[in-house]
């Protein structure tokens, strides 16, 4: 199975507008993960199926790109049924912020696209330097 550099980044767009914090009344902090099958059945399932999605979480959590707990079944490396995704780490996190700006991704994926197998790293280089030249298009100006 190929992990879809997309669906890589979608799941972790979802996952930093949907997971958050809440304080409780004794001041402390209470995460509000968010489940699989809350991916499956949100807008990610229009252009991803339930095991591209389930093999991205399974690889994102394997790079530490996100945390995950309560993963169905505990024993298996090879799939997940059901977990809960409670945060996205700063790996996650620079990878996010390398790629998401939409004329960023979209220039990204074209160079990409070109060159073949390439690895998560990879594709945020390219992503960042995408944006240092569209920075340097800027200031020129």
């Given at each position: 199975?190929?992990?879809?550099?997309?669906?890589?980044?979608?799941?972790?767009?979802?996952?930093?507008?949907?997971?958050?914090?809440?304080?409780?009344?004794?001041?402390?902090?209470?995460?509000?993960?968010?489940?699989?099958?809350?991916?499956?059945?949100s807008y990610l399932n229009n252009s991803y199926s339930h095991k591209e999605i389930m093999y991205t979480v399974l690889k994102?959590?394997?790079?530490?790109?996100?945390?995950?707990?309560?993963?169905?079944?505990?024993?298996?490396?090879?799939?997940?049924?059901?977990?809960?995704?409670?945060?996205?780490?700063?790996?996650?996190?620079k990878f996010l912020a390398a790629t998401e700006p939409e004329t960023v991704w979209n220039k990204t994926k074209g160079i990409i696209g070109k060159v073949g197998n390439h690895?998560?790293?990879?594709v945020e280089n390219v992503a960042h330097d995408v944006a240092v030249e569209s920075a340097k298009a800027l200031v020129s100006k």
């Amino acid at each position: 199975m190929e992990l879809n550099e997309s669906c890589v980044r979608d799941v972790l767009i979802f996952c930093k507008n949907n997971i958050n914090y809440k304080e409780l009344p004794d001041g402390t902090f209470h995460v509000v993960s968010i489940s699989l099958q809350q991916l499956f059945n949100s807008y990610l399932n229009n252009s991803y199926s339930h095991k591209e999605i389930m093999y991205t979480v399974l690889k994102l959590n394997e790079v530490n790109f996100i945390k995950i707990s309560n993963r169905n079944p505990e024993s298996s490396a090879s799939y997940i049924n059901n977990c809960m995704i409670n945060e996205i780490t700063y790996s996650g996190h620079k990878f996010l912020a390398a790629t998401e700006p939409e004329t960023v991704w979209n220039k990204t994926k074209g160079i990409i696209g070109k060159v073949g197998n390439h690895t998560l790293e990879f594709v945020e280089n390219v992503a960042h330097d995408v944006a240092v030249e569209s920075a340097k298009a800027l200031v020129s100006k």
